[in-house]
């Protein structure tokens, strides 16, 4: 490196970085040839001569010198300047933003979505040129601030009111949904093992199978189904929908093309419920954010006899909307029972949505009373997790539940005996602390929130081809797909009180139940006669005023009234 316009040639001292470290200026050698003088040599002499005669010899060097390395400091901050912006030239990690936001532009809130989320991507370039492919970004959750009242609320005592014992809401700290929205995951969480995910598509059904399975789900054999517990990478597994290869579209369940169409649009946040047979009245959210109106999708899976049902009672016109709900009519039904059909959309919401990315399921029963975005933060990602449910809110065993389903006639005995010792030869216990930190193998499975991941995908596969094969009593199959599941992969879920369940949604009776109680109400009292007009009859005292008359009159009165 040549000193430039400091007149400085490095010489053989190396580049002028390497001096400056070992401390050692460069100081130029005479040339022993003789060079021609320059034109101007007299002129400098001269004010060298001049300068000298107001300053010693010794001064003179001593000004060369600061100035020279006055000029070498100047000249290093112009390299080190360049260098610095050299070494920012390489491309800087970007957030991954290729998964949609819901539409969100909202800003973050207390940077709250940097603390623990882990969505960097990298494009390092090979030997060859080529770009590497960049590795999976996964959001890890995050921390509130230490100051925020969510970390240090605590549920306050139950109410000491001995005429109400049943089950009951109780408080649950939410974020403002402005901040909800601002802490939204932009990546997918982490799916443990499992990283593809494909579902068995079944031409011709094979109906070879030991027990159960339907034209629906297919009839997969046991040993189909113990494979299907043994978590790999990919896998292929029987998730309803066999008989097509698009679900709804000739597969059982069938959905016309618009409504498909419609659902695939469906990017970010989806709310379904359903109700078949005309079995619940349709209950409209509340306290549903504008934002949420706009963005989330809110879906009503319903046969024909329950769309006749709401166009009487609602009028149901081209748009297809009756309130926030999104009314679609799932034609060709494969079961003869309501509840069996409504567990189609209960567990495989990720087939008929394939683009959404969170959903939130609540029974045809409930009203939700919460806005989505504050129940999938609360539930969901402020617990870093993808899979949650609330605990049932008296019993925490599968066999409990069993002879609680058999006293309430919730399914035939025996179907329910055959199921619990079925999964009692694979190795099913009853609930106790050797599960913690487990704390209940019974759901209160009316509202599901999830993330749509592979893992929590499968887990819902799994859990519906064990409602197809056994009892549609799902409360009795939850545990053993979760433990199976957890086995292979130590995926947990979250499993949240049953009275922070009833803080976002209320239940009512069916409709049938409603029926019921209209006909056991006492028949209404009927207003009295208006009063006879004073013109056409003698003034007397009316047996509706007998709170109005003294006492020492009452007796005169009911004389006069015979």
Not at 308 to 333: C, M, P
Not at 435 to 441: A, R
């Amino acid at each position: 490196m040549s000193g430039g316009s400091l007149g400085i040639r490095s010489g053989s001292y190396g580049s002028l970085d390497k001096q400056l470290q070992n401390g050692v200026l460069p100081i130029q050698v005479p040339s022993a040839t003789k060079t021609k003088p320059f034109k101007t040599f007299k002129e400098k002499e001269t004010f060298l001569h001049w300068i000298c005669k107001f300053a010693g010899r010794k001064k003179v060097g001593s000004l060369l010198l600061c100035a020279i390395s006055a000029a070498i400091f100047v000249w290093v901050l112009y390299l080190g300047k360049d260098e610095v912006q050299g070494s920012y030239n390489v491309p800087l990690p970007k957030v991954n933003d290729s998964l949609p936001l819901n539409n969100s532009r909202s800003p973050l809130i207390n940077g709250l979505q940097n603390s623990r989320i882990h969505n960097l991507t990298y494009s390092p370039v090979d030997a060859e040129g080529s770009e590497v492919p960049p590795p999976p970004s996964y959001f890890l959750g995050y921390t509130l601030p230490a100051e925020h009242p969510c970390n240090t609320f605590t549920l306050p005592p139950p109410p000491a009111d001995k005429k109400r014992t049943g089950p009951r809401p109780c408080p649950v700290c939410y974020l403002p949904v402005d901040e909800a929205v601002a802490l939204m995951p932009k990546v997918p969480s982490f799916s443990p093992v499992l990283k593809n995910l494909t579902y068995i598509y079944e031409e011709n059904l094979n109906k070879e199978t030991e027990f159960g399975g339907s034209n629906f789900g297919g009839y997969p054999t046991l040993k189909q189904r113990d494979d299907s517990y043994d978590i790999r990478e990919s896998m292929n597994v029987h998730c309803g929908f066999v008989k097509g290869t698009k679900p709804g579209h000739e597969t059982g369940f069938d959905i016309d093309n618009s409504d498909l169409l419609e659902m695939e649009q469906c990017h970010g946040v989806v709310v379904a419920s359903a109700i078949f047979g005309a079995f619940d009245n349709m209950l409209q959210p509340k306290n549903i954010s504008k934002y949420s109106e706009q963005t989330v999708c809110f879906y009503m899976f319903v046969d024909e006899e329950t769309k006749s049902d709401l166009e009487t009672e609602h009028g149901l016109n081209e748009s297809k909307k009756i309130g926030l709900w999104r009314i679609v009519v799932a034609h060709n039904l494969p079961y003869t029972n309501g509840r069996r059909n409504g567990k189609i959309p209960k567990f495989l919401l990720h087939r008929l949505f394939p683009n959404a990315r969170f959903s939130l399921w609540i029974d045809g029963k409930l009203q939700l009373l919460v806005d989505p975005y504050q129940i999938l933060e609360r539930f969901l990602w402020r617990k870093n997790a993808t899979f949650a449910i609330s605990r049932h809110y008296i019993r925490f065993d599968v066999f409990e539940e069993a002879e609680a389903n058999k006293a309430a006639h919730k399914y035939d005995n025996a179907s329910i005996d055959f199921q619990v010792d079925f999964y009692k030869k694979e190795g099913l216990t009853p609930s106790s602390e050797a599960k913690l930190p487990i704390t209940s193998d019974v759901p209160e499975g009316c509202a599901i929130i999830r993330e749509h991941v592979p893992i929590s995908n499968l887990f819902t596969c799994l859990w519906f081809n064990e409602i197809d094969r056994f009892t549609s009593r799902d409360q009795l199959s939850f545990s053993t797909v979760r433990d199976r599941v957890a086995a292979k992969t130590n995926w947990m879920m979250n499993m949240f009180l049953d009275c922070e369940r009833r803080n976002f949604v209320v239940q009512q009776h069916h409709k049938g139940v409603l029926a019921m109680l209209a006909q056991m109400a006492p028949p209404a009292i009927s207003p009295p006669p208006p009063p006879l007009s004073l013109a056409n009859n003698p003034p007397r005292t009316s047996s509706l005023e007998i709170a109005s008359v003294s006492p020492k009159h009452r007796r005169d009165w009911r004389v006069g009234s015979r």
